[in-house]
């Protein structure tokens, strides 16, 4: 974990919820180029640390620092435009705009042509348009999804929707791309198909956080996993060593303290 | 957008455009008068489709910028401000006619200014809220107007601004009757032109919005404002973009108002008239130009249409119906119909957005 090639170096976060203690000094290290898993039992604060640092939440304590740059998680867009891109759990995309469209407004961050030219119809708009229009064909190929391209989002398969909502977050050429639970509610064969996008997306040298419950998935793709549970950091390290952890056994079987029903 | 295979469809609809006043002055001007009504009301509903159609913004005071833009041109081309304040008349002895090259773009400005002032604030408003803080504000215009006639007398309240300059478009005024090759075009009928062009450009402009980075921005933040600022979208700065570029037309709608009235009160810019303005963009089909377009010709010149038929009604109830309030009642069981058979308007925007291969999506899902 040398400081050159961590991407994302989050620490000491924590978060009140009124009397509830969602996090508490909480911190993590994604090495840039790596799928860094962030998993915990239900209610652990995993969402809750993922809308903090995509500035979704206001944290009340906390350090952040992307690609060596300190930044602040205070306002949503920013975030996105110092290159941290996510997705959602319960899957947000612009249901009513084609699936290319989708991906078109992911392009917005990152270019430029203002609205009066737009109504001159000028040339430098003409061109940013056709360089839009032809990224986010390439990232719907990338998905998987170029022949429903003109497809109305919400007419989309469940599966599909999970991908389209993946290639507008690459639109924003994030440097780091954070899933929420992107297997949720997939078949077997989807999660093979996602397995295999998150794949191709680490070849390309971009960073993926990735918060699951699928163990299988997390386990698979990994390159490094954290835990929390209750909002405490409880094991960080690769799969294999977090998946003998006794505070993870104990907290996915409950051993150590008590069940919270 | 005109596609290759419209260009007969333009031609004839553009030719038909330029007869229709002609062949409606020769039954009365009242008829071209529903027409230049209408056409103001389009301009209106198109400048409120891009706050509440394009991005989603429930805007209930929108007249207000017609209100500002119809005020602007009245106090700058009419007496009124000379009469009233020596300061300005010493300033303009020939007292004030601002020139329509002026107006126009000034009435757009000055009301843009004021669509992002009064935006500002309810940035952070969504649905419900939003539509009743803009409905105050809409009052709120009103109000001043009304009562902005002391200490200093700048609107003359509830009284209104008379005797405000038809626009002259190169030197030939529209309030005059005009003799082309022997027809007489009347002054309800220049005006049609006038504002006929004036649509035409804002149609363009609208669509070519739509067609745009910006308009693509205002439906992500219509569809889901979260998800569009986790996109990195600046949605401060694009809705106040909206409400800015919205209220332009508004203000040039106004300008042409009050040229076209000669004469503004404060009773014109009511919460009626926004409520109006929105069922025609709603009704219509929120976000599509071409549906609120229809909308808003249907609201505009229905009522005057009825106003026909509600006569021979109230004689053969001897009377006893009030004409007005039969209007009223047809046109509400009108738009109760058309909402309870087409929900998403007359004619919404077809679910394929901006589609590519013309002949795919005959089976398309409306659901």
């Known amino acids: 974990m040398s400081a050159a090639a961590s991407l994302l170096n989050v620490a000491g976060v924590s978060k009140r919820f009124g009397g509830v203690q969602a996090l508490s000094d909480v911190g993590l290290c994604i090495t840039a180029g790596h799928v860094h898993g962030l998993i915990g039992p239900n209610g652990a604060g995993k969402t809750t640390f993922f809308n903090v640092i995509t500035g979704l939440v206001p944290s009340d304590k906390g350090r952040f620092e992307l690609a060596g740059q300190a930044y602040k998680p205070t306002a949503v867009h920013k975030v996105a435009q110092a290159g941290i891109a996510r997705t959602f759990q319960n899957i947000r995309l612009f249901a009513d705009m084609s699936a290319l469209d989708n991906v078109r407004v992911g392009r917005h961050v990152r270019t430029q042509v203002g609205w009066w030219q737009a109504l001159l119809r000028t040339k430098a708009f003409l061109h940013e348009e056709a360089l839009i229009t032809r990224d986010a064909m390439a990232l719907l190929d990338f998905v998987g999804l170029a022949g429903k391209a003109q497809q109305t989002a919400r007419t989309l398969s469940y599966g599909d929707q999970r991908r389209l909502e993946i290639a507008r977050a690459l639109a924003t050429e994030p440097k780091l791309l954070a899933l929420d639970e992107p297997a949720a509610g997939m078949n077997a064969t989807e999660k093979l198909q996602l397995h295999e996008l998150i794949e191709r997306i680490r070849q390309q040298g971009r960073s993926v956080l990735l918060i699951e419950h699928d163990v299988k998935l997390v386990m698979g793709l990994c390159d490094h996993v954290t835990v929390l549970d209750q909002g405490k950091l409880i094991a960080s390290g690769s799969p294999a060593h977090v998946q003998r952890d006794p505070a993870v056994i104990a907290a996915y079987l409950g051993g150590a303290h008590q069940p919270t029903e | ?367």
């Open chain 2, 1 to 367: 957008m005109s596609k290759p295979q419209g260009l007969p469809v333009f031609l004839i609809s553009a030719v038909a455009l330029a007869v229709v006043p002609l062949l409606l002055q020769g039954f009365g001007e009242a008829w071209v008068r529903i027409l230049d009504t209408a056409l103001l009301y389009i301009l209106l509903a198109l400048g409120l489709n891009i706050v509440v159609g394009f991005a989603g913004l429930l805007d209930l005071g929108y007249i207000a910028f017609y209100a500002v833009g119809a005020y602007l041109f009245a106090l700058l081309a009419s007496p009124h401000l000379t009469d009233n304040i020596p300061a300005i008349a010493a300033m303009f002895p020939h007292g004030l006619h601002a020139p329509i090259w002026l107006a126009i773009p000034l009435a757009a400005g000055v009301s843009a200014l004021a669509g992002v002032l009064l935006g500002a604030p309810t940035l952070k408003l969504r649905g419900d809220y939003l539509a009743i803080v803009t409905l105050g504000f809409g009052e709120i215009i009103r109000v001043f107007l009304n009562n902005l006639d002391a200490p200093v007398n700048i609107t003359n309240g509830p009284k209104g601004v008379n005797s405000i300059d038809a626009i002259s478009v190169g030197g030939v005024s529209l309030g005059a009757p005009m003799n082309v090759a022997g027809w007489t075009l009347y002054p309800v009928t220049l005006h049609y032109y006038l504002f006929l062009l004036i649509v035409v450009v804002a149609v363009i402009m609208s669509q070519r919005l739509h067609d745009s980075r910006l308009g693509r921005a205002w439906m992500a933040i219509r569809e889901d404002e979260i998800a569009a600022k986790a996109m990195g979208l600046n949605t401060r700065n694009i809705k106040l973009l909206a409400f800015g570029l919205g209220a332009m037309f508004g203000g040039v709608a106004g300008t042409l108002f009050a040229s076209f009235q000669g004469f503004v009160s404060p009773e014109s810019f009511s919460l009626q008239e926004s409520v109006m303005v929105v069922a025609m963009v709603v009704l219509g089909g929120s976000g599509h130009i071409p549906g609120v377009i229809l909308g808003a010709f249907l609201l505009a010149s229905l009522p005057e249409v009825l106003r026909h038929v509600a006569g021979p009604l109230q004689a053969m109830t001897g009377g006893r119906l009030d004409a007005a309030i039969l209007r009223q009642l047809l046109v509400a069981l009108a738009m109760i119909g058309i909402m309870l058979m087409r929900p998403r308007g007359l004619w919404p925007s077809p679910r394929h957005e901006d589609r590519m291969i013309p002949d795919e999506g005959e089976a398309g899902g409306r659901a």
